[in-house]
């Protein structure tokens, strides 16, 4: 959200709408995780022995997709950290700069 003082400002919503759509993607990719994993069989029987290919491809789709979620979740993170930064940084500098001017 943008802050406002006496005039200074840090337009930091651009940032926030940003942080959200990398967790929506993740939210995403974790679905299509769950997904995948509805597709393998739990039981390591006959079938993981006629068709490896498949069962080995299944799960290394699942793991890309939980890598791709905390990727995503680090992302939107960091996005929401540098736009709070952003914005105790640009308050801070606003009340120095009225500091100094109550001061002349």
């Given at each position: 959200?943008?802050?406002?003082?006496?005039?200074?400002?840090?337009?930091?919503?651009?940032?926030?709408?940003?942080?959200?759509?990398?967790?929506?993607?993740?939210?995403?990719?974790?679905?299509?995780?769950?997904?995948?994993?509805?597709?393998?069989?739990?039981?390591?029987?006959?079938?993981?022995?006629f068709i490896p290919k498949y069962y080995t491809l299944a799960?290394?789709?699942?793991?890309?997709?939980?890598?791709?979620?905390?990727?995503?979740?680090?992302?939107?993170?960091?996005?929401?950290?540098?736009?709070?930064?952003?914005?105790?940084?640009?308050?801070?500098?606003?009340?120095?700069?009225?500091?100094?001017?109550?001061?002349?």
């Amino acid at each position: 959200m943008p802050t406002d003082y006496d005039g200074y400002s840090v337009e930091s919503d651009a940032l926030l709408d940003e942080a959200k759509v990398w967790e929506d993607q993740a939210l995403a990719i974790e679905q299509v995780g769950k997904y995948m994993g509805s597709l393998t069989f739990t039981r390591t029987g006959v079938f993981s022995h006629f068709i490896p290919k498949y069962y080995t491809l299944a799960h290394a789709l699942m793991d890309r997709c939980s890598e791709g979620v905390r990727y995503m979740a680090d992302n939107r993170d960091t996005l929401i950290y540098i736009a709070n930064l952003y914005e105790r940084t640009e308050m801070r500098l606003a009340q120095g700069i009225r500091y100094a001017e109550e001061r002349r």
